[in-house]
């Protein structure tokens, strides 16, 4: 699968080189557009990349339909996230976003080239927080709630989750660890989106993005 | 010290034969007690091929297996447990249920003998309640798969003695498991945020965000986690999570433990997890996991 990389801004998903940004070409049957102003990018390409086999926008914590629309849109367009946490790198996952109107066969397309480039797709409907965000903040929101309500000590809840599930790491460690003013601002995107109250960021999460900065983590 | 030699496991269900498994497998007699003579002959099926399997995979010496399984013993009827010195129950979470079989014990079992229970949500003080040997009760709560897990969670009840409690302990370092000591609050720590994370996974099926299979690779890729929260539920089974759910958030009134509409119609539809051979996967088999 050929493809061609128009980078517009830093990219959350590829911030240093990769696989996927040294397999590309001068031009190709497929179009990434990466970095913080790809959906800019796509606006101004978006007749010409009609013809091509699938055009992938990264996305950062919006949905695919805000570049192209919720209810009708080209068909060979997809959004794409490497999922990462933090000041963490990110990890070999990528969140593939269709909408209903997308062609499974761009969708295809566009797996391949992630997957020949040693990722790992996981696809997706376009919902805010697509999968794992979705999933994770709830959780990172309660473990630092019950952390306040004392139900135990930051390492025994992170030692009996590691050792209960097989987690590698428990969630007060790594939410430490990877920055926790990062999950504030992950939750509380997702929180104006949903208007859910488990997305809401806890307090420990609040006193974490007021002090970013200073040297909290 | 721990004088502990031949422990009661109620319940052959999938906690219930992991735990036996891990009962037997530390050197302790196991008498496996169910309803059901032929849930007993599957978990005894399903114990022998797990510890076959360890043979296999070299984590036990050849013959070990056989001699494990000599320690196991089952039957249908309470009066045989009366011979314990711990029953470790792990039948439904279900408080009238467990006061029904603890106080029945109770008339059974001798004087020493420690009521453990297995429970996920439910409080070890009101179980202790209804046991006629309040002081003697105490929480120990395996994670799935037990044979596989070294966790337990270990929760004194209000009226738990200190005694009971160091021996359960004791107990449960000599079976080789690594117990944490957690407050008799719901769900205690684990099923705090595994029931409502496994109830958020089943509603963002039940929305279309993602196939099952999409989202388990994405968690195992992403976090590292050694199963995708759908497999973990098929071994749970929707049943389970029903029951989990009902007793968590008639408990906590947290709405994120409260019964997703998906699992009862999964349950409606027979498709319960692994137990049943189709849940949010399909198996062409029963075994247990690591068999």
Redesign the interface.
């Known amino acids: 699968m050929s493809y061609r990389i128009d980078q517009r801004g830093d990219s959350i998903s590829f911030p240093e080189t990769h696989a996927l940004l040294e397999s590309a070409g001068a031009s190709g049957e497929g179009l990434f557009l990466i970095g913080k102003d790809a959906g800019a990018a796509w606006r101004e390409q978006s007749a010409e990349a009609a013809s091509l086999r699938f055009v992938a926008i990264e996305l950062g914590m919006e949905c695919l339909g805000v570049h192209i629309g919720d209810d009708d849109g080209p068909a060979n367009v997809v959004g794409f996230a490497r999922?990462r946490l933090g000041d963490d790198a990110p990890?070999?996952?990528v969140?593939l976003v269709k909408k209903p109107f997308t062609d499974p066969a761009a969708v295809q397309a566009a797996r391949q080239a992630l997957e020949a480039s040693g990722l790992?797709v996981?696809?997706?409907?376009d919902?805010p927080g697509?999968?794992?965000n979705?999933?994770?903040r709830?959780?990172y929101n309660?473990?630092l709630r019950?952390l306040d309500d004392g139900?135990?000590s930051e390492a025994?809840?992170d030692?009996?989750?590691c050792?209960?599930?097989?987690?590698?790491?428990g969630p007060i460690s790594l939410l430490k660890r990877t920055g926790l003013h990062h999950h504030y601002e992950a939750t509380q995107a997702l929180y104006e989106a949903l208007g859910q109250?488990?997305y809401a960021p806890a307090r420990r999460a609040q006193v974490a993005w007021a002090r970013r900065g200073q040297g909290e983590r | 010290m721990n004088d502990i030699k031949t422990v009661g496991v109620v319940g052959s269900g999938t906690m219930g034969t992991g735990i036996a498994i891990v009962v037997a497998r530390a050197g302790f007699k196991v008498v496996v007690l169910d309803t059901r003579a032929d849930a007993l002959e599957n978990a005894r099926k399903q114990a022998a091929a797990f510890l076959r399997k360890s043979v296999e995979r070299g984590r036990l010496e050849p013959g070990q297996d056989e001699a494990i399984m000599a320690n196991w013993s089952s039957t249908t009827e309470r009066a045989d447990l009366a011979q314990c010195d711990l029953v470790i129950e792990a039948v439904f979470e279900d408080l009238k249920v467990k006061h029904d079989l603890f106080s029945s014990l109770h008339e059974i079992c001798p004087p020493h003998t420690i009521f453990a229970s297995n429970t996920s949500t439910i409080s070890i003080t009101e179980i202790a309640g209804g046991s006629g040997r309040d002081d003697r009760v105490v929480g120990m709560h395996f994670c799935l798969p037990a044979q596989l897990m070294k966790l337990v969670e270990m929760s004194p009840g209000m009226n738990t003695s200190d005694e009971t409690f160091q021996k359960a302990w004791a107990f449960c370092e000599a079976m080789g498991q690594k117990p944490v000591k957690t407050r008799d609050t719901p769900g205690f720590i684990l099923n705090y945020f595994l029931i409502p994370w496994h109830n958020d996974v089943i509603n963002m099926v039940d929305q279309g965000v993602a196939e099952p299979a999409d989202i388990d690779i994405a968690v195992k890729t992403a976090l590292g986690y050694p199963l995708g929260p759908l497999e973990l539920l098929d071994m749970v089974g929707m049943d389970t999570q029903k029951l989990l759910s009902d007793a968590m958030v008639g408990l906590t009134n947290e709405p994120r433990a409260a019964c997703p509409p998906l699992v009862k119609r999964m349950i409606g539809a027979g498709k319960l997890g692994r137990k049943s051979g189709e849940g949010f996967h399909s198996y062409d088999s029963n075994k247990i996991f690591g068999a």
């Not at chain 1, 996981?122 to 409907?125: N, R």
């Not at chain 1, 050792?163 to 790491?169: H, K, N, S, V």
């Open positions: 999922f990890t070999q996952l969140e790992v996981a696809v997706c409907q919902f697509r999968i794992l979705r999933l994770l709830p959780y309660a473990a019950r139900l135990a025994d809840m030692k009996t989750l050792l209960g599930l097989g987690y590698p790491e109250e488990p």
